[in-house]
């Protein structure tokens, strides 16, 4: 696999979201693996991001917040996938992260920028988690316990949202969501091309991607200018 292929990151960093099983043979990342491979994560972030996992793991006993098995490997399963755009992320924006389940992405922005993060989860018991969750890793976030498309407009200037909906069902909650000018990072799967050629047909919009350092099948896909097409 070429540099290029893992966005600079070394082979050895690269899972796949969607299977079971790591793509090569290799032991499931550690804290300081991740911290090296963002070139240095804040000690005081890693021990917050150390009590996420651990009110994760309690919880998923009573919750499915994430796929089990993606356990076994958290650092890389989740938190590296979510850090890729939580580096783009400035402290001073406001972020929106649609279907925000476990607070991926959501909260581990929040965690890692400090921006004003709204995590937007309709499923009552998941939108407890995501306060508690917050509330143990003592980051501030505004949790909205009811769905997207019901919602007033959050006027964000980056809508997030990982796994969530085929493109043509999510990209009208990012629309709602997005205030002029802004922009969004949509963690996507193998199908982001098919995803895209839909959407066409309703939206104009500018795109551009990178693959994504923790499956290598996913793409993060970045969307700015994004409008309805007027059929009329």
């Avoid at 150390?50 to 938190?79: C, F, M």
């Avoid at 309709?122 to 498309?149: G, I």
Wanted: net charge neutral; aromatic share 4%; glycine share 6%.
């Amino acid at each position: 696999m070429s540099k290029n292929a893992t966005h600079g990151y070394p082979p050895e960093l690269i899972v796949s979201r969607e299977t079971s099983k790591p793509m090569t043979d290799i032991s499931p990342l550690s804290k300081d693996e991740f911290a090296h491979a963002l070139g240095g994560v804040p000690d005081d972030v890693l021990t917050r991001l150390e009590t996420y996992l651990s009110v994760l793991k309690k919880w998923q006993k009573a919750i499915n917040l994430v796929g089990p098995k993606t356990l076994n490997d958290p650092w890389r399963r989740h938190l590296l996938d979510c850090a890729q755009v939580a580096q783009d992320i400035r402290a001073t924006d406001k972020v929106v992260d649609l279907g925000s389940g476990a607070g991926l992405p959501g909260l581990i922005i929040a965690i890692m920028t400090g921006a004003d993060v709204h995590l937007v989860e309709s499923d009552q018991r998941k939108s407890t988690f995501l306060r508690e969750a917050a509330r143990a890793t003592d980051t501030s976030v505004t949790v909205h316990a009811e769905r997207a498309e019901e919602i007033p407009p959050l006027d964000a200037d980056v809508v997030t949202a990982r796994a969530l909906a085929p493109l043509p069902r999510l990209l009208p909650w990012v629309h709602r969501h997005l205030k002029k000018g802004g922009k969004s990072y949509l963690l996507k799967g193998s199908d982001v091309d098919q995803e895209l050629t839909l959407a066409a047909k309703e939206w104009t919009m500018v795109t551009s991607r990178k693959p994504s350092v923790s499956d290598p099948s996913g793409t993060v896909l970045h969307v700015s200018a994004l409008a309805p097409i007027d059929v009329r």
